[in-house]
């Protein structure tokens, strides 16, 4: 578990800098260029693991699986990211860090009509107190300046995708693993992003050069590294633990703003913050309330079986 917590400090980190590292390289590079770099470099950097996870568990992928996957990376890289870099361009770098944070929100959202996983009164609680919070956030009635309306509604975009991202995905990560299917996803997104890219006749190399380490460190750093981070941590623990690394976020990344793009935090970002943190970890705890209840129910029908199984023996035997 120390192993896994240090990866957990790690990834908010790492996804804590990823609001001003991009809206840094976004004021030299064209949005959906930076998201296209950075998410192709990023998930060639998890390739080696990805293949590795794919032998590991006896995997073999088929056109279906292929399509599927490249689906899962559209909503991922060309839809959400290209979304969340614009919305970073029209807003100030920590309401957008924080704003993105409520994806899993989203997921719950999509979870219920599309996987089978039904709202339920703690589930709704969740909801009601993160929107309190994104409201909070965005201020509506008497907006920050540095943030727009049509950034707030291109984070609102990037986090509703994100988190259909995470539903659409369920199905290939069950099969191949998280580290395949955000690889593969990653760099299948990519590719059809740099379609549109050349279709549109945006840029796709041009001033990245110039630029070279803040693209490095958006693609190295944040999604690479940040994302292999999140992975190890759920490897060494669970799903629930490494999302504490979404708990954290929220708290860092306006912080880093405040520090390198000299932001101002107000008072009702304090409230926005705060509240989307609880919402955060009573959507963790609920995760891990709902898994331990899982295993135990398991646990008690594999016991039942084999006694079942014992008294049918020696019934037998009798």
Known sequence: MRKAYIYVVLTAILFGTMEVACKVAGN??????????????????????????????????????????????????????????????????????????????FTMIFAHFFANERLNRYKFIVLLLGLVGLIFMIKPWNMQEGNT???MVYMMLAAIFFGAYTVAGKVSVQKMGIM?????????GSLILLIIILVTGKPVLEGAVEHLPLVLYAGIF????GYFCYFKAIKASDASTGSLAFFIKPAIAPVMAVIFLHETILWNMYVGIACIIIASYMNIRFQRKEKDFEDTLEETLEEKSEEHFEDQRNRKDI
């Open 28 to 105: 030299h590079l064209d949005p959906f260029q930076l998201t296209f770099l950075r998410f192709a470099i990023g998930g060639l950097i998890l390739l080696p693991f990805a293949i590795a996870e794919i032998r590991q568990n006896n995997v073999r992928l088929d056109l279906k699986d292929f399509a599927m996957l490249a689906f899962v990376g559209t909503l991922g890289v060309p839809v959400s990211m290209v979304f969340f870099q614009l919305g970073i361009m029209y807003s100030n770098a920590a309401t957008a860090s924080v704003l993105i944070s409520i994806n899993p929100l």
């Open 149 to 151: 309306v049509i950034g």
């Open 180 to 188: 395949a299917q955000t690889s593969i996803s990653f760099i299948l």
């Open 222 to 225: 944040v999604t690479g590294i």
